[in-house]
């Protein structure tokens, strides 16, 4: 393996077992969500795998893409095999434009670390129906996360600096679009008036930011005390535009119900990088909650089930 990529794939983990080790009790107890609380099932899986990005297609489809080999999978069904679609060099966020092409982020290995100095990463865009794989665009500090909104615009965050890039249809890429330490994942809100991300390394918690005014970012989390290892990671919302995320290293997936407040939906494996509700009515379908780990495993989270959440789109 290539020792670019191999240094990719443990960089992650690498950061998020130093946080875990570096504190002796687990992360503090949170009350568990009302009618959570479930053992996690395992849905799919990839040997040797350390999954970074997670969505699902209409047909309840998931794709994920994998640091370690940059390669993009697809499960058709929870239990299915994965079968590789693509490759993307340092493969990262997943996120879906308004005509149904998947975005993939490129560019998620140690250059994210100087990231806003060489904006060396940028995003792949990938068509289902044919299998092509084109460049989108280029520039970015990372894309770690990806969101996009009705129009097309996309952002890209990196958890490792500091700069979100935006880009608009046709790929003209504003690198610095807002500067916002630490930020990881991302996903807008129906409405398109806010990006959610975690805040992984710096100050970790959740926070949104206001697309018409980037500068003025609000926070929803802030993790403080044995809680300031948890290490938030790539998130998603419910259907009533409540953050769910995963806290990494312990594989715990959380709710914020209020500002300062969150429950447990319930675990899935250590080093649990992402989550996705499903799409469709059949395979990973709408309603269910699922999460990626740096082990290469995919699960539901039974607690999560939320008949009227779906993958995030445009």
Known sequence: MNILRAAAATMAASALAALTAAVAPAAQAAAICPGAGQASVRAGSVSGAAFEGLTVDPRGRAYVTDLSSGRVFRIDAPGAAAVPVATVP?????????????????????????GDAVRAAGIDEFDPATGALTRYAAGVSAAS???????????????????????????????????????????????????????????????????????????????????????????????????????????????????????????????????????????????????????GVVYEIPGGFDPHATTATP
């Open 90 to 114: 340092g493969a990262g966020g997943l996120a879906w434009t308004p005509d149904g092409k998947l975005l993939i982020g490129y560019g998620s290995n140690p250059s994210v670390l100087v």
């Open 145 to 295: 996360g990806l969101a996009v909104g009705h129009d097309g615009t996309a952002y890209a965050t990196n958890d490792f600096a500091t700069l979100v890039g935006r880009i608009r249809p046709g790929g003209a890429v504003q690198a610095d679009w807002a500067r916002f330490p630490s930020a990881n994942g991302a996903v807008l809100d129906p409405a398109g008036q806010f990006l959610y991300v975690s805040r992984t390394f710096s100050n970790p918690g959740v926070s949104r930011i206001p697309i018409g005014n980037p500068g003025a970012s609000q926070s929803l989390l802030d993790l403080t005390g044995p809680d300031i290892t948890a290490a938030p990671d790539g998130l998603t919302l419910d259907s009533q535009n409540r953050p769910v995320l995963p806290f990494n290293p312990s594989g715990r997936i959380v709710r914020v119900d209020a500002p300062g407040h969150y429950c447990e939906l319930g675990t899935a494996g250590p080093t649990t990088s992402v989550v996705s509700y499903g799409r469709g009515s059949t395979g990973f379908s709408a309603g269910r909650l699922f999460a990626a780990t740096f082990g």
